[in-house]
């Protein structure tokens, strides 16, 4: 008999789908103990779909923010704005006391992609740690031959599971800086993807990102064996590229019907805030100035405006998605709130700032400890 979830023939007559949902409730720390009881248990454990299924979960969620802020007492203009990085521990934010990570988060940080943050040395020495299982990974260095009169300018990532062969993968593009010509980027972008069952990097080519497009924003979004990022062409027209993990081919694809503003500034005022909704590609779009913002998702192959939230008293930005229903935006006056749309409530977080970077802290069953493996 078979069934769309964790079935028992896979598993034996233990895990029916009741015993699956009822574990997928459990903390990371909680299903590791477990995992040690018998081959069974560390097999259900283990499978990506078990994973990803715990990583959905709304209660498996932490708030992280990046915040820079003016210092009060600092009188030189240059030396004048602090950014600390922190925690809400609760994750219903009931508790709004937050856990200062600046000690505990050292050196060039990026993520968490599906709870496992990637350590940087540089653009191609990647580490990989698992904060919730407490793992981690040195990645072997991505042995990269750069063009004559080029070097790295940034790189940009994506990490999912391969749902073909179930190897959860790295994925990572480099933007080269062309030193023969200056303020330019060099034509193509090399990349390569990251297996971490064999532990080797594979080269994917170059293809011309750089010339064409330029990553919007740093975090990726991972549904369904698919990697997706907003792009931006020279004339600062928006799209989303997609990265297959099974075929590893990059595709470029159109986003919703959104006015598109053919300038920087106008362009980057109005960001598509990419995200999961209802198990779909969704993003949160306001104006510049607006009293309200939409939500669009994609169903099969088309963009559709599923909701548009308020009007409101006065003018938010959205930052992110929370749980169903809820998500973070930032004030005119640059405050950190939660919108819960079902009850159409603004709740204050008390935090204010110049600017916010907010990420979602996800627990997660993704070993990268290679022994494991």
Sequence with gaps: MERETIVMTTYGDLFDDVMVETLSRLPVKSLMRFSCVSKSWYSLVKDPRFIYKHIKRDDNMRLMIYCTYKNPYDTDPFNDLITYFSIFPDKTLTDLHIQDLERTMKGHITGPYDGIFLLLEDNTHINLWNVSMDEYRVVPGYKVRLPCDTRAHSSDYGLGVDPVTNDFKLVLVLTLWDENKQWTYYEYSPAAVYNFTTNCWRDLGGFPMSHRYRFEGADDIYLNGFCYWVVRRPDYYKEILTFSMSDEVFQVIEGPNIPQFLSYYESAMRPWMLGI??????ILYSEEIAYSFDLWMMKGESWTKQFTFGPFIETYQPLTFWRKGEFLLQSSDKRLVLYDSKYEEMMDLGITGL????????????????EDI
């Design 277 to 282: 909704y209802d198990d779909c590609l969704s």
């Design 355 to 370: 600017w916010f970077s907010v990420n979602i802290l996800k627990e997660s069953l993704i070993t990268v400890r290679e």
